[in-house]
């Protein structure tokens, strides 16, 4: 466990401390498990040190109570400082999905000396963009519009929900793999504190006004986005691609908002093909 103050976080590495390291932030109410293992090891093979670990309210990290939120976004971003620190990183690349995307770009604003890259992942532009962007499906809304009347107590419920959750991410260009996402599900309530309260990061807000500030963002960037996303569709991958000077888009055919197994190898070779072109390899 690694500590950021009073919090407590949980995290995992594969490869060697001695390559360059690469610490992966994932997204709202999903432990580090959504971060495949798989992809993990592709990028280590690569010759990379990969973290990941769990956000604050999930997986085995410090869980505070459902609906009780003394937290902002800038907060998370200290515990991925936190997380470099327990690695004994000075700096590393980033990848975040989603939220974590978001987590990314604050970091690379508050301490750019710490961020060598970012990769982001089915993100949104951090203080918005110059014109609206699409949001949620009404799918989506609708789903979550029964979280109060979940019984958490009711295992098999819950699983059933976080299923529907995963479902209704995916994109067209793939075979939903049910047998998988249940599997991982399964592995995520076993191994969580409290997973009603990963919910709490849907009330979650920053401290402070980025409005206008992403184009500041000095670091290389690369984003990956699926061009099928019901949450934060295409135009929003787009538009970060656009405000950050001499960032790179990579359009993933068919894919949702997830990290699916059918993407790894394409992942894993953009991510250390850009990471490479940092080093000069």
Same mark, same amino acid.
């Given at each position: 466990m690694?500590?950021?103050? /009073?919090?407590?976080?949980? #995290?995992?590495?594969? !490869?060697?401390?001695?390559d360059e390291p690469i610490v992966l932030v994932m997204g709202a109410t999903a432990s580090m498990l959504w971060w495949p293992e798989a992809l993990c090891r592709m990028l280590a093979e690569a010759g990379h040190h990969v973290i990941r670990y769990d956000n604050r309210d999930t997986g085995r990290s410090t869980t505070g109570r459902s609906g009780e939120v003394a937290y902002n976004v800038e907060d998370? /971003?200290?515990?991925?400082? #936190?997380?470099?620190? !327990?690695?004994?990183?000075?700096?590393?690349?980033?990848?975040?999905?989603?939220?974590?995307?978001?987590?990314g770009q604050m970091a690379a604003l508050m301490r750019p000396e710490r961020v060598k890259s970012l990769t982001l992942i089915g993100a949104q532009p951090l203080g918005g963009a110059d014109e609206p962007l699409p949001g949620i499906s009404d799918r989506f809304t609708e789903h979550f519009a029964r979280l109060a009347d979940l019984d958490w107590s009711d295992r098999p419920a819950v699983s059933d929900?976080?299923?529907e959750i995963a479902r209704l991410s995916a994109g067209n260009g793939h075979a939903f793999d049910k047998a998988s996402a249940r599997a991982r599900i399964e592995a995520e309530i076993a191994r969580a504190i409290d997973m009603k309260s990963a919910?709490?990061?849907?009330?979650?807000?920053?401290?402070?006004?980025?409005?206008?500030?992403?184009?500041?963002?000095?670091c290389p960037v690369l984003v990956i986005h699926g061009d099928d996303d019901p949450v934060l569709p295409l135009p929003n991958g787009e538009a970060i691609a656009r405000l950050v000077p001499?960032?790179?888009l990579s359009i993933?055919?068919?894919?949702?908002?997830?990290?699916?197994?059918?993407?790894?190898?394409?992942?894993?070779?953009e991510m250390t093909r850009f990471i490479g072109g940092q080093r000069g390899d």
């Amino acid at each position: 466990m690694i500590s950021n103050g /009073a919090i407590q976080i949980s #995290a995992q590495c594969f !490869g060697s401390t001695g390559d360059e390291p690469i610490v992966l932030v994932m997204g709202a109410t999903a432990s580090m498990l959504w971060w495949p293992e798989a992809l993990c090891r592709m990028l280590a093979e690569a010759g990379h040190h990969v973290i990941r670990y769990d956000n604050r309210d999930t997986g085995r990290s410090t869980t505070g109570r459902s609906g009780e939120v003394a937290y902002n976004v800038e907060d998370m /971003a200290g515990d991925l400082f #936190a997380v470099m620190d !327990g690695y004994d990183l000075p700096a590393a690349h980033v990848a975040g999905m989603s939220l974590g995307g978001f987590i990314g770009q604050m970091a690379a604003l508050m301490r750019p000396e710490r961020v060598k890259s970012l990769t982001l992942i089915g993100a949104q532009p951090l203080g918005g963009a110059d014109e609206p962007l699409p949001g949620i499906s009404d799918r989506f809304t609708e789903h979550f519009a029964r979280l109060a009347d979940l019984d958490w107590s009711d295992r098999p419920a819950v699983s059933d929900f976080l299923l529907e959750i995963a479902r209704l991410s995916a994109g067209n260009g793939h075979a939903f793999d049910k047998a998988s996402a249940r599997a991982r599900i399964e592995a995520e309530i076993a191994r969580a504190i409290d997973m009603k309260s990963a919910f709490n990061h849907g009330m979650v807000s920053t401290r402070e006004n980025w409005d206008g500030r992403i184009s500041d963002i000095a670091c290389p960037v690369l984003v990956i986005h699926g061009d099928d996303d019901p949450v934060l569709p295409l135009p929003n991958g787009e538009a970060i691609a656009r405000l950050v000077p001499g960032a790179k888009l990579s359009i993933l055919e068919g894919t949702g908002h997830e990290i699916h197994d059918g993407d790894l190898e394409q992942i894993a070779c953009e991510m250390t093909r850009f990471i490479g072109g940092q080093r000069g390899d």
